[in-house]
């Protein structure tokens, strides 16, 4: 299993935070209620993938904060610069308790992930009227594009969605690929690869190498990020 972990209070250089996502606000792609903002990140010490969104609610939630899976986030076409998530809040209340330290143990993380599976599952999901199947979002549907960018296949809000119904066995599958999302998280991902050994040196319990040897994959990533 690789070995996960997260950004905590680690800060990039003063010309790189404004590609920091971390603040930004998330928004319910239902009803566009705000369940809070990005707090942090978990990823794969040994690739720089980001493998969930740690979001702080502010409150709301009795666990303060959950987490989300990339492949579910979406630029918002209503918030500059935010995000909204395919789940309200009755489904975020039904995932199991977020706790950082479960990060630190495979075994634990392992169990919470099982878990957090089976909460998209069997929680409540967005569909369209007659049908079974999560939302598909049309292309009036989608966030417009930026200038020399292209956010294909991605959703930011979702219009026909009338009621929500308990998910069948197939219908939500976690998944991890954030492509497409928009250039600020392209941007994001790819400094957090070019300062992952910076941010991982630290870590007790895997060996990706001293800061100073960042290798061929470190400069690639930091040539994607200028």
């Known amino acids: 299993m690789a070995h996960y972990g997260t950004l905590r209070d680690y800060r990039f250089a003063d010309n790189e935070t404004e590609d920091d996502i971390r603040g930004s606000n998330v928004y319910s792609a239902q009803n566009d209620d705000k369940l809070g903002d990005i707090d942090d990140v978990i990823f794969d010490h040994s690739t720089g993938e980001i493998r969930y969104v740690v979001i702080d609610t502010g409150g ?121 999302i928009g250039p600020r998280w392209d941007t994001f991902v790819s400094r957090l690869r070019q300062r992952r050994r910076d941010v991982v040196q630290s870590c007790t319990t895997c060996s990706v190498g001293p800061a100073s040897d960042r290798g061929a994959e470190s400069a690639a990533d930091e040539r994607k990020a200028v």
């Open 60 to 180: 709301w939630l009795s666990s303060k904060k959950f987490i989300v899976p990339p492949d579910r986030l979406r630029p918002s076409n209503k918030h500059q610069d935010d995000f909204v998530v395919d789940a309200s809040k009755q489904q975020i209340e039904s995932f199991p308790p977020y706790q950082e330290k479960d990060v630190e143990s495979e075994e634990r993380w392992k169990d919470y992930e099982k878990r957090y599976k089976d909460a998209w599952h069997d929680g409540p999901v967005l569909h369209r009227h007659g049908s079974d199947r999560i939302i598909t979002p049309t292309p009036d549907e989608m966030p417009a594009q930026a200038s020399g960018s292209s956010q294909s296949g991605q959703a930011s809000s979702f219009s026909g969605t009338d009621r929500i119904i308990p998910a069948g066995a197939d219908d939500v599958t976690i998944q991890n690929s954030a492509a497409g």
